[in-house]
């Protein structure tokens, strides 16, 4: 198999979540069985209850080609937790961040 053109990375945050990073990477051709990872930083606005269940869902495409288009997408579901001091809540999807073309 050859390489997928014009390989799209997206990431879509839950309602109340924010990024001051980009959501969207643009990674051109790359080779099959590649792999590789995106980080996103994001911050839980206060409107956001403890307790509450956000979803983010991540998903890469490519111009053409491909035969399997069911692993293109996943979702990681994170429970906030509300402390009484600062905590960091990751919102990384390392499962969906990560890519792996064949």
Known sequence: ????????????????????????WDLGTINAGATGAR????????????????????????SGGESDLSNNA???TTVVTCTSRPIYLPLVLARASA???R
């Open 1 to 24: 198999m050859g390489p997928a053109a014009a390989v799209r990375i997206s990431d879509t945050l839950p309602a109340g979540v924010t990024s001051a990073g980009p959501l969207a």
């Open 39 to 62: 980080v996103i930083v994001a911050t839980i606005g206060a409107g956001v209850r403890c307790g509450a269940l956000l979803v983010n869902t991540a998903a890469i495409a490519s």
């Open 74 to 76: 996943a979702q990681w």
């Open 99 to 101: 890519y792996t073309l």
